[in-house]
Every structure is written in C-alpha cells, then in structure tokens.
C-alpha cells in the first residue's frame, strides 16, 4: 500500500478507531457528554479530511475500492449528514432513561457502511459495505427497547433486509456465473462486449435491483418504509432516510453508469418502478395522520423522483442527483430533527395534534418546519425548488416527458399534504388545549437549535443563491 | 435599478412589519402603508418622467432595464425591465395596495405583523411578475406570490377559509409546474438550436421551433395564466378563494392576481409564440366568450354578495381573452384597459362588501335592504361602481368593453356579438346589486347599527371613484402609456439579435 493509498483510506480509519474509543470509553465510564464530544470531533476531523487532504485526482485500490471525485462527494456529504444527527441524537436521548452511549458506536459503523457503499466498486465491497450498515441499523432502529413499535420496527426491518441481501447475493452470484467477475470494470467489458444479455445476467442483475430497491424503498419494496419510520427514535429515521438510502442511491449510480446498464429492459424496469413509487407514496401519504409515516411515504416518491435524474443519465443527470440528494438530505433531516425536538420522553412527537397551532407557540420551530416542508413540496427560495428544477431539466433535456409529466403531477397531488401539515401549523388556537396530558414537554437544548438553525440557512442559501452548491458539486464531478 | 429598489422596498417592507409586530400593535400598518405610498409615488416618477417621450425609449422599447447574473451554469439572469404596460400595472399595484392596508386597518386585529408581511410579498411577487425579463425569475415570482395568499386566505379568511385556500394554491401551484415545464421545453428548444442557453425572454424571442412543439408548449404557459385570469372551465378556485379571503386579501386578488394571467398572456405567450397563437386563437376567444356568458349567469344567481363580485370577474376577466387574441391595437388597448378598470371597479366591490359586513356581519345579499336611508355615502360610491361594473360610459370600464369589442370585431364578428350580450347580463347581474343591498326595504327582523362611511373608508373610497372617473372620461392618459408596449406585442420585434454582442446577459452552460 503506497502513501497515496494511505492517505485515502485513512477516513474509513478514523471511524473504525473513533468506534474503538468510543467501547473503551465506555469501558472505563459511561459519559453521554464525553462520548457525544468522540463522535463529533472523529466525524467533523474526517470530514476536514476528506475535503482538505484527500487528493483531488482520481485513486483506485485495487479491487475493491475507487476514490473519484462522485465518491469522495458522496462521502463527505454523508458524513456531514451523520454529523448533523450526531447533533440532533444527543438531546433526543439525553431525555430518555435507555443506555445512551452505545447508540454512537452504531452511527458511527453505520456511516462507515455507508461510506464503503459509495467508494467501492466490486461486489465483494458493496456487499460488506451493505452488511455493516444493516446491522447497525437493526440494533439502531430497535433502540428504545421499551417501546413496543421499536422493538417490532427492528424486527422487520431485520427480517426484509435480510431477505434483501438474500436477494442481492443470489443475484451479485448470478452475475458472476456469466461474467466471471465481480467487478464493476469488468461486467463493463462483459456488456460492450456482448451488445444481446444473455438470460441468467438479465435475472442477475434483474434480482440485484430487488435488493437495491428494498434497501431504497421504492415500490413495490416499500412496505417497510412506513412502520420503520414509525417506530424508530426520530433521529434514526432521519438517519434511515439519508444517509442508508444516499449511499444505495449513489451506488446505484455509479454501478449503471459505469457498467453502461443503461439496457432497454432496465430502462423500463426502472421507469416502471419511479413512476409507481411517486404515485404510491404520494396517494399512501395523503391518507395519513402521522407525521412520521407521511415524511415516510413522502420519501418513497421523492426516491421516484430522484430516480428521474437518474433515468435521465448524462452528466447533467448525476448533477442533478447530486443536488437533489443535498436538497433531499437537508431538509429530511431537519425535518425529523424538528419532530425530534418536539417529543419528550415519552413519545415522539408524530401525531398531527401535536403540531396545532405550532406557529403561535413556537415560531422558529414552526418557521423551519415549514421551511422543510415546502422544501420538500419544491417551492422556490428553498432547495427543493433548484432541485426539482435540476431533475426536470435533466429530463427534458433527454427527452423523458412521460417521466417529467408524471414528476409534475405528483408534485401537485404532493402539496396537498405538506399544505395540510403547515395550514395545522398555523391554525388560531382559541383557547388553550382542554387535555394537557397529551401534550409533548420537550427540553430545549442549544446543540439541536444550531444544527437546525444551520441547516436552514444551508437550504435557503441553495434555494437563493445556488451558484454555489452547483460550482462545488461540478468541481467534484468534474473528475468523475 | 430603480426597478430592484421597486421589490426590494416591499420585500424589505414586509420583513420590517412583522418584526415591528413586537413593538406596537398598529406599528406593521403604517410601515406597511408607507412602503405602498413609497412604491406609488415611484412609479408615477417614472411616468411623468417618461410621458415626455410617450413612453418609447431606446431601440426596442424598454423604458428601464436591470440585468444581473444569478445562475450562470443555466443562462438564468436576474433581469428587470420596464415599459409602459409594466408601468401601468405597477401603479395599480401600489395604488390597490396602499388601499388594501387601509381597508384591513380596523378588520385585521391579530398578527397584524405577519399579515402585513404576507401582504407585502404577494404584492412583491406581483410586481415581480410585471417586471421579469428571465423566465425562470417569472416561475419565482410566479410562486413568491402564491404561497402568501395562501397565509392571506387560510390564516385571515372566512369560515371556510382552509378549502378555499387549499383548492387556491393546488390550483395555482400546478398550473405553475405546467409552465416550468414549459420553460424548461423551451430553453432546451432554443439551446439546441442556437447553443445559446438562456431563459432570457429577449433572446427566446422569435426562437425558431416546429409548429407541433411549440403548440404544446404554449399551452403549457396559457394553462398558468388561463388558471389565473380565469378562464372558464379552470376558475373554480376562485369564488371560494374570493369569498373567503378577508376584504384585502379579494382585493389584492381581483385587483392584481388576476391581472398576472392577463399580463402573462400579452407579454409571454403572444410574443413567445406568435404562429401558435394565431393558429389557436379562435378557441381561445370561444373561451373567453364562455366566461363572459357563463360569469354573468352565474352571478346573477349568487346570493353571497363576495361570491356574486368574484363571478362578475370571470365575466369581465372573459373579454381579456377575447380582446388578447384578435391581434389588433383597439382590442390590446382594450385589453389593458380592462385590466386597470376592473381591478378599480372590482376591488372597490369587494371594499364596499367588506365594508358592509364590517357592519352587519354577514354576507348574504337576502339579508340585507334598504341602506341607502342610513348610508346614502356608501350607497352613493356603490352606485358608481355598480354603473362601472356594467360599462355605463363615463367610466372606466365602458373604454375598456368598448375597445374590446371593436377590436375583437375586426377578427371575429360572431363572437364578438355573443361577447356583447355579455355586457347586457352585466346589466342585470349589476342592477340587482343596487337593488337588494340599497333599495327595498330592510328586512323587518334586521335591525342594523348601520354607520355611514368613516373617514377612512372615505380615504379609501373617493380616490377609487375619482380614478375610475378620470379613467372614464380621460383614458388617453392611460392608453398613451401603453400604447408602445402594445404595438411592439403585436409587432414581436422586441427579439434581441442572436448574433449581436451581448453584454448584459450571460451565456449559459451548455449540457446535451
């Protein structure tokens, strides 16, 4: 391994160590303030890393692992990503009695998955990369052990993921019984070399999606988005929705882009799974009354969305996922960060009565709430508008109007329920509420307010002024 | 620059009124009405500055222009500019709004911080709409406006206020999308054929396209606007959304939000897409004769007074497309016209109804009768503007109907007959305002506490009645504004040459 090596793979090291530290700190005494301070440090040193050190010119370590220019964007916005729930799990479970320390061991791996996921490109990296993420988010998700809907949240998703992986394998095996290879370079060949695929690479890579779309949550694998959603601690909801689901997008994208797997029968396979997803999750989200499970049905069709800009392909295409998962990723997380910062002990703060007449209560909280959510919902001088303006140009650029018009269309149905969460918001209170024993006593913690109050500025700087975020995300992918 | 200081003055106004909010109570009011005086007293600067030269200045027309880069990777600039029918709307903007502060003055009475600051920026979106040179600032604008009348209505309205509000912005909201689509269809249509990446409207002037795109994507655009104007099958939205908004939120609405669909049609889609315009125009007059007919039955049938004045909106907001698609000068003049009138003459119904349920708290025409005796002030401004709602010459409306129509004469005769029956069931839906609300007698189980009007009701009155009167009987103030403007949209000669330097406008990105 030469220096140059070294110095590229020395991110993944500084999370495995912080991990290790973090067990012996425990090990000597537990301290949730000392423990929170490790993680911050380890992944705001990491992301300097990454930014700073890591050299700009394409790497690779053979066989499994490539360091471009998408990569290291990847990385680096998952790992700020896991830095803004690192800020926004402290004060959700400082008010709540469970053992608290060992939840930041699990981010960390989490992330580290995350991060494997989006770097490598053999399947033997994917799939490790894959397993340290899903595993940690099995003991993740099921964290609040008292709480029965978390307890069965992580058990399905222990079940379906499993059974995605199964799914994954059988098919990354499939692949290798045609191709003879497990790397993306050499399918690559396999493919140009082959203009007509043969039966069992079809099915290969046919199952590959299987996997890829339950840990994406498209449908018809997103049942079980919603009860995840639910039952998981808010803050690794947010964490679910981000950073697991970016790292399958991005692998996603590197994976048909570079095998050239732009093939007919994908093609639709994949037009056929966006438009159903938007629909889907769109017409599953206006029927709810929990506010957890709408951002999770509104997240199965911003995944359709996305999938847009990917169909579209180009380097105009990968620009727009990128952005659109910036956009995606603010706003999902400061959304499940403000229903973070609204529960108290007792529950999370996810029924829509919880959220009557936030405005008049607490209008910074409800000012960024709905920042969020007409983020999400695409209203200019936010991100979300640039970004679904980014993927609409993408496909119009293509020529991929039935997409485009369907992405139209669901934007529209789309508004109704973000609407309906910011109209309860600002809705008059005549008097106080009669039963105060349903109401949330949250504390107010300064950490949380900062990060929120930063990735607000974050949105409305990419909505106002998004020169910015463009020019940095063509640095990056300029080199890919 | 003037005409950045135009938005920034209301956007920034609005910032300050709420946060003021704190300090004192009637504090956001009068910020809010100086910001509309300010902005008034500019654009009427601006007028009488440019009147000299009857509003024609430079090569191709513009009487001010701003022009700033924004996102250069996608050619989209921040660009401004000004002529005369730009200036016209300006200053009913500001005239409508500075009213709009005052009716709200007295019925608004909690979170007069934020109403302001929503009021503010609906009408900065507005102004922005009437000033955008770049296609994509227009889909902003377009946007900015909506989601603060959406606050206006859903936060402030009447009893049904959250449908109303609901089926408002969806309404709007996907119409919107339809344009951007559209936008986007033509940026790339004008981007592979010249390289020239951009969504300045100078440049996508005069873009060469096949008959078949650039159909679909015209009406793309007149989908946005139709919703806004309104055109008929697409106006639902709007006598919920009128008829629960408090009295300035249907001002501003009737006054300025419709005129955005009538200002859409004149700048963007008739010079955009001259052939496909020609080519459809006979549908879209048969649209707009629809609405005429159509509003004018339906109003006669309402028994809520603000839902009767939003139907008559559908009807007068129905010679707009009648008048926008005959192509001459008399029918355009009349077209603009009609939108300086009827956003006087509507907004001051809709005052006058506020004004009356201020006092009676109800809006139902069968309740009322008979208030003339103890209001013969208001009885008497309403009377003015039942006359100008039905076209009695005189008054501002009977120029506009009157242009139109001999415009519209000239392109199509049977329509334009059928236009003006129109004008007779404006008679009558006109009339039966008078006569139910004023004359009669007062329902015996009603006992009102009737005051006439006060001083600043009279404030707001008297200004609208002297103005709907010089519109009357002077339009050629007016129609020499905009007369410019109208003759370069229906000349389309405002195209920038592709090949002469520009300096101003970035070249975009260009990505295949």
């Known amino acids: 391994m030469t220096r140059a090596d070294f110095l590229h793979v020395v991110p993944l090291f500084i999370l495995t160590s912080a991990s290790i530290l973090i067990l012996f700190s425990i090990a000597v005494k537990r301290n949730h303030k000392v423990i929170y301070v490790i993680t911050t440090v380890s992944l705001l040193a990491d992301l300097f890393f990454v930014l700073n050190v890591s050299a700009k010119t394409t790497n690779w370590i053979e066989p499994l692992f490539v360091f471009d220019g998408f990569g290291t964007f990847n990385v680096a916005l998952i790992l700020a990503i896991a830095l803004a729930v690192t800020m926004l799990s402290y004060a959700y479970f400082e008010q709540r009695e469970e053992r608290k320390e060992e939840y930041y061991i699990l981010l960390i791996l989490a992330t580290l998955g995350s991060i494997v996921l989006v770097i490598s490109k053999h399947f033997v990296s994917v799939f490790l990369g894959l397993e340290i993420l899903s595993v940690s988010l099995y003991s993740m998700i099921a964290y609040l052990r008292k709480r029965e809907r978390s307890d069965e949240a992580g058990i399905k998703y222990l079940i379906l993921a499993a059974f995605s992986s199964a799914f994954l394998l059988f098919g990354m095996a499939l692949v290798y019984t045609v191709v003879g290879a497990m790397e993306f370079g050499a399918i690559a060949q396999y493919l140009s070399n082959h203009p007509v695929m043969p039966l069992m690479l079809l099915m290969g890579i046919g199952m590959m999606i299987v996997g890829i779309g339950f840990k994406l949550g498209v449908v018809p694998f997103h049942m079980w988005t919603a009860d995840v959603y639910e039952g998981a601690p808010a803050p690794v909801t947010a964490f679910i929705a981000t950073v697991s689901k970016g790292g399958m997008v991005a692998l996603l994208v590197r994976f048909f882009t570079q095998v050239n797997g732009h093939h007919e029968s994908i093609l639709t396979i994949f037009t056929v ?22 951002l999770a049905y509104s997240s199965i069709s911003h995944i359709g969305y996305l999938l847009v800009a990917f169909l579209a392909g180009g380097s105009l295409g990968i620009e727009a996922v990128s952005f659109y998962l910036v956009a995606y990723f603010i706003t999902t997380t400061s959304a499940f960060g403000i229903v973070a910062g609204l529960s108290d002990k007792d529950r999370d703060a996810e029924r829509i009565e919880d959220y009557r007449g936030l405005f008049w209560k607490r209008p910074w909280t409800a000012a960024i709430f709905t920042t969020m959510l007409l983020s999400l919902a695409g209203i200019p001088l936010t991100a979300g508008f640039i970004g679904k303006f980014y993927i609409l140009a993408a496909g119009v650029s293509t020529h991929h109007w039935l997409l485009v018009v369907m992405l139209v269309l669901n934007s529209a149905i789309g508004l109704y329920y973000y609407i309906k969460l910011i109209a309860v918001m600002f809705e008059r209170q005549a008097e106080p509420a009669s039963d105060t024993s349903t109401e949330l006593h949250p504390y107010f913690y300064a950490v949380s307010g900062i990060t929120m109050t930063a990735l607000t500025l974050t949105l409305l700087w990419m909505g106002i002024y998004p020169h910015g975020m463009i020019s940095f995300i063509r640095t990056f992918i300029a080199s890919y | 620059m003037v005409l950045v200081w135009l938005i920034v003055v209301l956007m920034a106004g609005g910032l300050l009124a709420w946060m003021s909010n704190t300090l004192h109570r009637d504090l956001p009011r009068w910020i809010a009405l100086v910001t509309m005086i300010v902005g008034l007293l500019l654009t009427v600067m601006l007028w009488w500055q440019y009147r000299a030269s009857a509003f024609t200045v430079g090569a191709d027309g513009w009487l001010e ?39 709200s003055w007295n019925e608004i009475k909690d979170r007069v911080g934020f109403f302001h600051f929503n009021l503010l920026w609906v009408l900065a979106g507005i102004c922005g709409v009437f000033l955008t040179m770049d296609l994509f600032l227009l889909y902003f604008f377009w946007e900015v406006m909506i989601i603060p009348m959406y606050f206006l209505i859903g936060i402030w309205g009447h009893e049904n206020r959250r449908y109303a509000a609901y089926k408002f912005f969806i309404y709007t909201q996907a119409s919107g999308l339809l344009m951007l689509l559209s936008i986007l269809a033509l940026y790339f249509v004008h981007g592979s054929a010249t ?67 009538a200002y ?6 008739i010079p955009l897409f001259p052939a496909a315009s020609h080519e459809l125009a006979p549908w879209m007059m048969a649209l707009g004769v629809l609405g005429i007919l159509y509003g004018a039955i339906l109003a006669f049938a309402q028994t809520d007074l603000k839902r009767l004045v939003a139907y008559t909106s559908v009807s007068h907001m129905g010679f707009v497309m009648l008048g926008a698609f005959s192509f001459n000068e008399l029918a355009l003049q009349g077209v603009v016209m009609q939108m300086i009138t009827h956003g006087i003459s509507t907004g001051a119904l809709f005052l006058i109804a506020g004004i009356l349920s201020d006092r009676i708290h109800t809006r139902d025409i069968e309740r009322m009768g008979g208030f003339w005796n103890s209001m013969p002030r208001l009885g008497g401004i309403s009377l003015v503007f039942v006359m100008a709602s039905l076209g009695l010459p005189g008054l501002g409306n009977f120029v506009a109907e009157f242009l139109t129509l001999i415009g519209a004469w000239q392109a199509h005769r049977l329509l334009t007959v059928l236009g003006a029956i129109g004008v007779v069931g404006a008679t009558i839906y006109s009339l039966r305002i008078m006569q139910r609300v004023f004359y009669g007698a007062q329902p015996l189980h009603q006992s009102y506490q009737l005051p006439d009007l006060s001083l600043r009701e009279k404030l707001i009155m008297i200004p609208m009645v002297v103005l709907i009167i010089v519109l009357g009987i002077m339009p050629q103030y007016a129609l020499d504004t905009s007369r410019a403007a109208v003759v370069a949209i229906l000349k389309g000669d405002r195209a920038i040459d592709h090949d002469a330097p520009t300096a101003t406008i970035k070249q975009g990105g260009t990505h295949d």
């Open chain 1, 273 to 294: 799974v966006a438009i159903a997803s938007m629909f889907t999750g769109n017409f599953l989200a206006l029927q709810q009354t929990n506010v957890k499970r709408i």
């Open chain 2, 65 to 103: 222009t701003y022009s700033v880069s924004w996102i250069p990777e996608f050619g989209i600039s921040f660009s401004l500019a000004l002529d005369g029918l730009s200036l016209l709307m300006l200053m009913l903007s500001f005239f409508l709004g500075a009213m709009a502060v005052l009716i």
């Open chain 2, 195 to 261: 390289g020239q990446y951009t969504y300045d409207y100078r440049l996508l002037l005069g873009t060469n396209m096949d008959p078949d795109t650039s159909r679909w994507i015209m009406l793309g655009f007149m989908v946005a606007f139709a919703v806004k104007l309104p055109v008929v099958p697409l106006h639902t939205w709007l006598p919920d959304a009128h008829s629960q908004a408090p009295t300035a939120g249907s001002l501003i609405l009737a006054g300025l939000l419709l005129k955005t669909g």
């Open chain 2, 264 to 269: 859409g049609i004149l700048r963007f889609v």
